[in-house]
């Protein structure tokens, strides 16, 4: 075993190794900037709800007719928190009759960025914090 | 390791169908703020704490204008058909805010005092950088406290 075939092995092949596994681990593709304190924040508005529990009886829990939720004034429309976007009129592809798919298709006949309407929800409570 | 949402999709939509789901995330890229991985942990703790509490939990991120608590108010009124059991997290990252808004049947569960506690904690991580975990924590937070009703219960 001369000197190349050593370098060639105790070098070599140690590097071959790191190489592989960095093309691995390290990740390629399209950065996304992590959000530090302090710093402006570009993106667009996201609202995101949970799923409706049972589409079928909306007994309690998130009506089905109530439609996508939306800003005043901006077009943004509350995304099911899923990966994929609700579609206009998913919502209410299972609920079966009363009033509420009729309002859910005029909703969704005017686009998710359509704001459903106001509705008095009493007495506020909550909180407020800042960083 | 299969990345099904990350495979390159082709095009395949025709006369008759419509393009792939995947063509459709490509499209509205849903991952420019956060990963899949983050979106995933973000929707299941929305909709377990939901389903746990029978409140309606939504999550808002951005901007929430020059009057914070009016904005966030005004969007709960609008956030469903049931705003009065409805919690609404605001997150404004730009202008380091969070509002909490209750309404007056999810007061009842959630007092003004647990919110606060839950906002500190999210703060806490926020302040660090943590998006996803500070919102994922508070939600936690505020279901533990809301509890799991009687009339939820099934078995």
Known sequence: ????????????????????????????????????????????????????????DAGHGPAPSSGPAAVPGAST??????????????RNTDSQGGAGPAAAQGASAHGASAAPRRVDAGPLGGARGTW | MT?????????????????????????SRLDEIFTFQELARLDEALTMSSRETGLRFTLYIGDLGKRTRVQAEEMHARSGAHPTDSVLIAVSPGQKVVEVVTGAGASRRLPDRACA????????????????????????????QAGHPASLRRH
């Open chain 1, 77 to 90: 429309a509350a995304l099911g928190s899923s990966v994929y976007p609700e579609q206009p009129g998913e």
């Open chain 1, 1 to 56: 075993m001369n000197t190349v075939e050593v370098l060639l092995v105790l070098v070599g092949i140690p590097l071959a190794v790191i190489a592989v596994l960095a093309l691995l681990t390290l990740p390629g593709g399209r950065k996304r900037t992590r959000y530090k304190p302090g710093q402006p924040w570009d993106h667009a508005p996201v609202w995101y709800e949970p799923h409706p529990e049972h589409p079928v």
């Open chain 2, 3 to 27: 990345r099904a949402l990350e495979t390159e999709s082709h095009d395949t939509a025709t006369e008759h169908t419509a393009a792939s789901r995947s063509e459709e995330a490509e499209q």
């Open chain 2, 117 to 144: 506690l839950a906002v500190l904690s999210m703060t806490t991580s926020f302040a660090s950088g943590d998006l996803v975990g500070g919102i994922i924590n508070g939600l936690r937070q505020l279901s533990d």
